[in-house]
């Protein structure tokens, strides 16, 4: 067994991690839903399958985040740093993602239905086949780049809510 598979599959959900390094950890596949992780640098980690619903990331450090199909619905990652994070499939639905620096993120397939994506750096994010019902763009940067992997109608939202960068 590799050492940072001792994580995986667990139940953290009412876990302090509070003096837990979680650099490049691989929590694939475990329940943290509610946990908080405001703040924390957990950079380089593994978070694919996790259910991180109503999880407090606000201000966090996830750079280089594996996300894929993580269960993120009404979660607060305000602020967070996301930069070249893997958030594929991830469901975002009625997240607080305001503030966030999604830098190269990837958010293909994702639903962020009822996100507040406020202030957000969306530079070079890719959202390839995301859902957007009702997503709040208000004064998001985005870039060219990013306009290109969103449909028309949420490009007209983008373009009149968000600043072109």
Known sequence: MNPSDVFRKRNYSKVNFDYEDLIGRNLSDTNMKG??????DIHNADF?????????????ILFNVKLRGADMRDSNLSN???????????????????GADMF???????D?????????????TNFDGAIFDS?????????LD??????????????KQGKLW
């Open 146 to 159: 990013t306009l290109d992997t969103v449909s028309e109608p949420t490009k007209r939202i983008l373009q």
């Open 48 to 60: 694919s399958g996790s259910d991180l619903s109503e999880a407090d990331l606000s201000g966090a």
């Open 80 to 98: 967070a740093k996301l930069w070249d994070a893997e958030l594929y499939g991830v469901d975002l639905r009625g997240a607080d993602i305001n």
């Open 104 to 110: 190269y993120a990837d958010l293909r397939n994702a």
């Open 135 to 143: 997503t709040d763009f208000t004064g998001a940067n985005y870039d």
């Open 35 to 40: 946990v908080n992780l405001k703040n924390r």
């Open 112 to 124: 962020l239905s009822g996100s507040n994506m406020s202030g957000i750096n969306l530079r070079h």
